[in-house]
């Protein structure tokens, strides 16, 4: 096998180690006395910006309807089969809307897909981070807790817009 | 026999062929929307339009009879232009309905959108809006908004169902469908008109939103509602049957069939009252038992019986293999000649389409395997006079062909039932032994005129498990695990009467090593002439007639 | 009556010094995680109490509630017994260091060492080479091939280390003209340091030491994205906590042994100038012995946090390569050293 040429041969200086160490622990030591930017999670919270992929959830308008239709896209989109979409019909416009419509976050990866996929802007992801559970059943998250209502998703729907 | 080229490509023709029959006879796709083989030629979608030489403008392919040396461009310049022109206008007024309906996923119009179309349209203004949701009858939903006017729901009514019921009204942009005064879609084969709507116009009302195509299974089988056996697709999400579509056999069903197939033979498979487990009656009542303590019950109680006080019902319901087993099981273990099964034909009941007398799938298998129903009724007095003492019946429901059944069955001193659902019979049964329904097991099934076809399992069962037994998956049956929660959902522990009939015969001392439908079909064809040569590969999909002759020899 | 207090004053000095190396040892587990944590701006454990102060202790009993899982294909009496010989080594090696000068005690002399062994440079090379079995014992009888790549690495590496940790000890020794740590030490008095006298000795020792106690950036035998933990991939509980503890001991030995090697041990120079009292003098002079240790641990957690890992091929080179002809050079240097400056 032929011997492989360094981009760059190293020069004398950098061939004798030492000095590149003393190098190495200056950068670190000098990082000692930096700003530090751990944030005290449960007392400081981040607040994300628009940008930020948090747990899905289905838009609920003013009205206390859901825009879902139960087309079911992110359900077949979703690369880790965490949605479940039952359709039903209602006496509304569209005449189709979600019966049952289930997230199981363990299963969740973030992905985006289903906010990607969606015609009706109607499943987002939004800035909460926050998901405890203690048992399987309750990562289950029923409409009940996917349902949240569209001004506090402005922010993402915004992003979603303007980047389209 | 004559030759034309296609595409560049030499394809023959019959006589008086068009060229979309010639093409579709070879294998090229040229798209369709009012054209169905089986309908008459209407020409009015125009999305067929290609280009042939020497003549001055684009042909419809549809109406265009296949001529000697005819060159014809499907896919030249002119061709694709006039396509997309066509496509954008039939897009102007069609919804963007996509999310909420119900076609999305087998819907012409969008794999015609996705395939033949530039994916842009011109025409800024409003829609066009219509009703969207019209009960044209009792089984069948119109979005009269979706309608491209195609004409294949009217032309199918007063062709195939011979029932005029529907027509178009108003011109232009307006025109829309709906039924002759006083008049409703309402024939025996209304639903029909869900299946050939190339868009969602048309829906069948029992299926509506239940679930997206893309999310069920397919499972090619045969339809149980009579003895014609039409070709079906059962269709399955979560261990469920969610609706049955016809599928094509031209020998049997075409592309039809009628609205009690579709709708009521499959409910039973989803029914709420399920027999879950065998059950033996212990001091009156009926208590969950295992199946070797059912069988060694059985066996023990049979044993008791002289083989004239015993008399076995067979059924024109059950497979092929489950009648045969059966009537070996009474001539060799039981060794009695009181073997009969029930006639389900109701006279006047055929019409000339597809619907027959006899309601059940598979009268004439069962005739074949030595059961028939001339005995029947001599059985029945048998019981009734007490020379019969213990029954056996497999998946019939006897107090439900005649009410007076009841008083004579409780004279029995055992009675065993296989039986998909509970029903009065059970409850008469000290054995009572829960079947797998036609949806949930292998089979065959000879219709009227003789057509060897095979029934699938589409539901899985406790001992049947979707990717080991080669049953057909869904996307969620193929990426997900056994532990998701679709995974293990509705599972009964039902057997096929074949399987427990094997059992049995194991239990009385004569080993039988059954493990297959397939297995015991081999042994049908083996030793009944009609079925010489036939297996389950060469009856595949479309079936295989067997040979009557040999009958009557 | 002298022999039990003499008895009576070892035992104190044994317990007196396994405690502080046993509490050193938590909190430079405590100090490794803030040092790194200010490097690469974090804040490091906080949450235990006042700045994270108990945070070793938390850490102890979680490890102690731990279910000790001895894997199927494993030796079993070999298991057990590897990481309680690796602590052994490194607690055993301490009785030989001299933390401070000789007190004279209730009218009886007392030298601030457990064992004032006049062989104890000896022990100490005899220990640690033993060190390298408690690792080797691990690997193999864990069952599973990252332990034992672990633990081949490990027992290559040190033996090719110990080569030149010797003859950087040579030169040390040539100076000292004793095996006896408590005379090497008092043979830098003044600005005699043999870092000052033999640099070259220093940093090759200093080297060696890196690779003796598998610190990065020799770390090759629990290098975790190729051998997920090493030689104690297969161990929990207590016996992994006995391999951490070892670890963190050993860097105390490598350390408190550069410090009596090289920087002077005990002694600050010039102190005799002041004119203190003996008690005051041996005070001081302690304090400075940890200190000097204190500094070097320093050392070691912020080189481990600031070089990558050397390849295993780059190892070998750098050890037989480089690293045994300068403690070799330096042999011959401290050779002519001493006879110019005698």
Redesign the interface.
């Not at chain 1, 239709?69 to 896209?73: D, K």
């Not at chain 2, 509506?208 to 997206?212: A, E, G, I």
């Given at each position: 096998m032929a011997e492989k040429k360094r981009l760059k041969d190293l020069t004398l200086w950098e061939k004798m180690y030492v000095p590149e160490v003393v190098k190495g622990l200056k950068s670190t030591m000098k990082q000692m006395f930096q700003p530090r930017f751990t944030m005290e999670y449960p007392e400081v919270k981040f607040e994300p910006v628009g940008s930020y992929r948090g747990r899905p959830v289905l838009v609920m308008e003013a009205g206390g309807e859901e825009r879902c239709?139960?087309?079911?896209?992110c359900?077949?989109v979703c690369p880790a089969?965490a949605i479940?979409v039952q359709?039903?019909?209602t006496d509304r416009e569209?005449?189709?809307y979600p019966e049952k419509f289930e997230i199981n976050m363990l299963r969740c990866i973030f992905c985006g897909l289903c906010e990607e996929v969606c015609?009706?802007e109607a499943i987002v992801m939004s800035k909460d981070y926050e998901l405890t559970f203690s048992n399987r059943e309750d990562a289950i998250y029923g409409k009940d807790k996917l349902l949240k209502p569209i001004t506090e998703l402005q922010d993402r729907i915004d992003f979603l817009r303007s980047n389209k | 026999m004559g030759k034309l080229t296609i595409d560049g490509r030499e394809v023959e023709f019959r006589q008086g062929q068009t060229i979309i029959e010639a093409a579709t006879d070879s294998g090229i796709d040229i798209p369709h929307f009012c054209w169905h083989p089986s309908l008459s030629v209407s020409g009015n979608c125009r999305v067929c339009l290609v280009e042939i030489e020497k003549m001055p403008k684009l042909a419809i392919a549809c109406a265009t009879v296949a001529a000697e040396g005819m060159v014809v461009h499907t896919k030249s310049d002119k061709a694709l232009s006039a396509r997309n022109a066509v496509m954008e206008f039939i897009l102007i007024n069609h919804p963007l309905d996509?999310?909420?309906c119900d076609e999305?996923g087998e819907c012409k119009l969008q794999d015609y959108a996705y395939n033949h179309s530039t994916g842009e349209g011109r025409f800024t203004e409003e829609k066009q809006h219509k009703d969207?949701?019209v009960e044209l009858g009792p089984y069948v939903m119109f979005d009269a908004e979706r309608c491209i006017s195609c004409s294949r729901c009217i032309r199918f009514c007063d062709e195939v169902a011979q029932e005029t019921e529907l027509t178009f009204v108003k011109r232009g942009d307006r025109v829309t469908i709906t039924t002759f005064p006083g008049k409703q879609l309402d024939n025996p084969y209304s639903l029909n008109v869900t299946d050939i709507c190339p868009v969602g116009a048309l829906t069948n009302r029992d299926f509506?939103?239940?679930?997206?195509v893309?999310?069920m299974s397919s499972t090619q089988s045969v339809c149980s509602g009579c003895s014609r056996g039409c070709n079906i697709d059962i269709w399955v999400r979560k261990n469920e049957i969610l609706r049955l579509t016809p599928r094509h056999n031209e020998q049997v069903n075409s592309y039809w069939m009628c609205d009690h197939g579709r709708l009521d033979t499959f409910k039973e498979v989803n029914s709420e009252s399920r027999i879950i487990a065998p059950m033996l009656r212990r001091d009156g009542t009926l208590m969950q038992a295992n199946w070797s303590e059912a069988v060694a019950h059985i066996t023990s109680e049979f044993k008791a019986f002289s083989s004239d006080e015993i008399g076995v019902i067979g059924s024109a319901h059950a497979t092929l293999e489950d009648n045969y087993l059966l009537a070996k099981f009474a001539k060799e273990i039981l060794k009695t000649k009181n073997v009969a099964m029930p006639s389900h034909i109701k006279h006047g009941t055929a019409d000339k389409i597809l619907i027959t007398e006899d309601k059940s799938p598979n009268a004439l298998g069962a005739k074949l395997m030595g059961i028939t129903s001339e005995n029947f009724a001599v059985i029945m007095h048998a019981i009734e006079t007490g020379k019969i003492k213990a029954l056996y019946v497999m998946e019939e429901d006897l107090v439900a062909l005649d009410h007076k059944f009841e008083a004579i069955l409780a004279k029995l001193d055992f009675l065993v039932v296989h039986s998909v659902v509970k029903n009065a019979t059970t409850a008469l049964a000290n054995v009572v032994l829960p079947a797998a329904s036609y949806a949930e097991k292998n089979g065959t099934w000879v219709n009227i005129n003789g057509m060897a076809q095979r029934i699938r399992p589409a539901v899985a069962t406790q001992e049947l498990d979707r990717s080991l037994d080669g049953m057909s998956l869904s996307?969620?049956d193929k990426?997900?695990t056994n532990f998701?929660?679709?995974g293990q959902v509705n599972k009964i522990d039902a057997r096929p009467s074949w399987s427990f009939i094997t059992m049995l015969f194991n239990s009385f001392g004569h080993k039988l090593k059954f493990k297959m439908a397939e297995e015991v079909f081999h042994d049908v064809a083996k030793h009944v002439k009609e079925f010489h040569g036939l297996d389950y590969d060469v009856m595949g999909n479309q079936g295989a007639k067997i040979s009557l002759v040999a009958e009557k020899v | 009556m002298e022999m039990w207090f003499a008895f009576v004053v070892a035992l104190l000095k044994v317990i007196i010094i396994a405690h502080v190396v046993l509490i050193t040892v938590s909190y430079l587990v405590y100090f490794e995680r803030k040092i790194s944590a200010w490097a690469q701006n974090r804040i490091g454990p906080n949450r235990v109490g006042p700045a994270g102060l108990l945070q070793p202790f938390a850490d102890v009993l979680k490890l102690l509630l731990k279910e000790d899982i001895v894997p199927t294909n494993a030796n079993k009496k070999i298991h057990t017994l590897a990481p309680i010989l690796a602590l052994f080594v490194a607690m055993g090696t301490f009785a030989v260091i001299p933390i401070g000068p000789s007190i004279t005690l209730f009218g009886i002399v007392n030298p601030f060492v457990v064992a004032d062994v006049n062989i104890g440079i000896l022990y100490v090379l005899a220990l640690t080479s033993i060190g390298v079995y408690a690792i080797t014992f691990a690997g193999w009888s864990s069952g599973s091939k990252y332990s034992l790549i672990g633990g081949v690495r490990s027992s290559a590496q040190m033996i090719s280390y110990e080569i030149s940790m010797g003859f950087s000890i040579a030169g040390v020794l040539l100076f000292a003209g004793s095996l006896s740590p408590q005379m090497i030490v008092e043979s830098q008095s003044g600005l005699m340091w043999n870092a000052l006298l033999q640099p070259i000795g220093f940093i090759t020792f200093v080297v060696a030491a890196f690779a003796e106690t598998n610190r990065l950036p020799f770390d090759l035998p629990e290098a975790e994205p190729e051998l997920v933990g090493g030689f104690h991939t297969e161990y929990s509980s207590m016996k992994f906590a006995g391999f951490f503890l070892a670890e963190y001991a050993n860097m105390i030995i490598a350390s408190s042994l550069i410090v009596t090697l090289y920087l002077g041990g005990w002694q600050v120079p010039f102190l005799e100038k002041l004119g203190l009292s003996e008690g005051v003098n041996a005070a001081i002079q302690v304090g400075s012995f940890f200190v000097k240790m204190g500094v070097l641990l320093f050392f070691f957690i912020w080189v481990r946090w600031s070089l990558p890992r050397f390849r295993y091929d780059q190892l070998m080179d750098l050890g037989w390569k480089v690293m045994f002809p300068l403690s070799l050079l330096n042999v011959v240097w401290a050779a002519v050293l001493a006879m110019w400056i005698k």
């Open positions: 239709v139960a087309c079911g896209l359900s077949r089969l479940e359709a039903g019909e569209k005449e189709r015609p009706e | 996509c999310p909420i999305a969207k949701r509506r939103f239940k679930s997206r893309w999310d996307r969620l990426f997900g998701d929660r679709w | -």
